[in-house]
């Protein structure tokens, strides 16, 4: 195993807790102001390493570039993550992980329509593999209140993982080159800022009930720490990695562990249901999302 295996699927693993973590901490912090909080707390402990190690905070690079990494950051951390939240509060961890096999076919068909990577048979099949995973799988469980929340959590998911593809894929020369610290730290400072004026314009009398409650909430910092420097901020740095280390698809396998990974959490932390159907459903989504990797 080199050192990009270990990150890829160091990312898998550390994402799964913190997922678990967030269902938890998301019965009483909304979407929004969670997303907020373990952004805000994730640059500010990105920015620390950056001192401790004796990084530079500002690195020259063109305007374009800039321009990138700013709408990368709205979309796959202001807008994705929030999203993803939304979607865990309707599903449930193990339906959300069933939901995450959207992963790989969203890496693939986003590098398609931005890089013009072909699509060979295997990707189109793999990606009909966990279409149909999803839809198997898709069934009404204790975790899930009502038939709607189940349709829209894995639109809400599936849509997500399309969304930070585009992110994470439209700055890949940039997190090539330069360092993955340095990008993390712009991309959550942005994503922060972007919440910040959107919450300022909706919500210009109501920050605290909406934006900021997770600060306000200290009595479940001893449950959104651990989450955010789990997630945000650690996952987020091996994922990168994995990417910089691996070929895309290589990375994309072990990423995908996270489904095995976030189930079984699921169960023996949450004690969420496993019926057949959702294991069928996973066996399917799986066995796609690596046909898409593998090719």
């Known amino acids: 195993m080199n050192v990009g295996d270990f990150y890829a699927i160091g990312s898998a693993l550390l994402w799964s807790f913190a997922l678990i973590l967030m269902r938890i901490v998301g019965y009483q912090i909304p979407p929004i102001p969670l997303t907020f909080f373990k952004n805000s707390v994730a640059c500010l402990l990105v920015v620390i390493v950056l001192l401790v190690l004796g990084e530079p905070l500002f690195v020259q690079l063109p305007l374009f570039d800039y321009v990138r ?3 990368s950051a709205i979309l796959g951390i202001a807008v994705a993550d929030t999203m993803i939240a939304a979607a865990l509060n309707r599903l449930g961890a193990s339906m959300q992980a069933l939901a995450d096999c959207a992963y790989a076919p969203s890496i693939a068909l986003v590098g398609f329509v931005m890089f013009g990577e072909r699509l060979n048979a295997w990707e189109l099949i793999g ?10 799988g898709a069934t009404m469980s204790a975790e899930i209140k009502k038939p709607r929340d189940l349709w829209v ?6 849509t997500a993982h399309v969304i930070m593809a585009v992110g994470i894929l439209m700055v890949r ?22 919440m910040l004026v959107y919450a300022l314009i909706k919500y210009p009398t109501r920050m605290r009930s909406t934006l900021l409650l997770g600060f306000y909430r200290v009595d479940l910092w001893w449950k959104m720490l651990p989450m955010t420097v789990l997630g945000p901020f650690l996952a987020t740095l091996f994922w990168i990695a994995g990417f910089k280390y691996l070929e895309a698809g290589r990375a994309a396998i072990y990423n995908q562990l996270s489904t095995v990974f976030i189930i079984i959490l699921a169960y023996l932390v949450l004690g969420e249901e496993l019926s057949k159907r959702k294991l069928a459903g996973v066996f399917l989504a799986l066995v796609g999302a690596l046909l898409v990797a593998t090719h």
């Open 127 to 136: 990606g009909a593999l966990v279409l149909s995973g999803v839809f198997v």
């Open 173 to 194: 020369d940039i997190y090539r080159e330069v360092s993955i610290l340095w990008v993390s730290s712009f991309r959550f400072l942005v994503a922060v800022l972007a």
């Open 69 to 71: 990494l700013v709408v």
């Open 153 to 158: 959590g894995i639109l809400l998911a599936a």
